[in-house]
């Protein structure tokens, strides 16, 4: 609803760039030796995707999740893709720079010239280019991560953990494994290594939970000793503070306050990917919206990518809401544009549309935080903004002073004494400035009581 001057992530991000990056935990591979080589190669690569996830704008988080080629790779490890969509995907793959440094030339030599006809050969190539493109490689990551399963699976009995291994493959990977499979371990392991690169069975319990601390919101919030200097820093009461938020950019109804006193009194941090679908983005600072307890809670994880909703890190001088007072009193003589909003009883908040191209996301916005019903309450705050504004102009003041005297010398002095009270009445208008809470409604209703443009554009346009 309303915007969050964006400068402050920047400088957040480069203020506290180590320690982001070692909330994360920076790993001793070379101990890590129980993941065996492939495991500590997979970590390390991991590591620089991380590094490059946290800092990612919004633009770039939707390009990620797009890019993981998640449907390719599903085929791929299904088996269920064709020679020339192989061809077609390393083709794509290889206009990548990491991917093709790291592949052998006479290898990409041997594909472009069309040598490579084996199917085999060709599964080979590209299965290669999966290794190395670091978004197909998170994706591996992720599914790991999302494969939630805290406890040591023990592969060598078919109790129930095992049991529920299978089940979360068949769910998670979209693999249906087939009965005769299942019934037999060494085959199952068989599948799992090639399907998977060896990657699935690098001692699953270990990688999971370096995943798990790699990105995790806990350690965010946790207070600690910087890396950078003496200082003890909690990086989530620090990204708040430099905020320098009044109030709630998603409702615009509750103040954010930053008080350490012993205790650490913040807003809290939406997610505005949510950690559940993307829990890669739970640390990334363009993802995190200080907001209220009650917005941040009322989100119930709708995926963000397919519903998204008003970004308050670009909304300069967003008109994408608008609030507009409408009469309910369809009996009144008064016509639309004359109506008089000084009793609550008479008319109910409206949130129009106002700005085309954030049709969606305004739409989205109005229905998760159940803004049209939440500012019903605020009503008596239209009126008396109603009120305030009809006693304005020089008109006005003339009008006034004539009223209570005839003497021209007292009529300045009335004129000056009002013209006071009319200074003071903006401040009234406006208490906590634009930015401040309840700033958007007031702005807005002004707006419409004084624009007669905008009055008549919202009553018979939007
Ligand atoms: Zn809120």
Redesign the pocket.
Known sequence: MINIDNKFVTDFINDHISDIEACGTTFDYSSESSLGINGQKFLIKLQGVRRNIIYMTKEKMIKFVTDMKKEEVEKFVNDKITMNEMIKFAEEELKNDEVKNELKKEDIDKFKNGKITDENEMKEFVKNIIKINPYVLYWFAYTLYSLKKPKNVNFQKKGSDYIEFIEQLNKRYYIKISTKIQKNFEQLKEFALKKFNKIYLLNFNGVYKKIEKMFNYDTFCKERKSTSSDKIINLAYQFVKDSNLLC???????FIETINENKIRTAELDHYFPQSIYPFFAISPWNLIP??P???HVKRDPDTIKTPHLYPYELADSRALFFVPVRNDKESENNDLQFDFSNPKYFDIKIKIFQKELLNEAKNSKKI?HLEQLYQNNKKTVSIIYELLRFKGEDFLREVAQYFTHNPTKKNKIQAKLKEFINIKNEMLLPYGKDGILGKLSQDIQDYCTDPFIRIFLTYFC
């Open positions: 709630c950019p998603y409702c615009n109804r509750a907001s209220c009650k917005c941040n935080f």
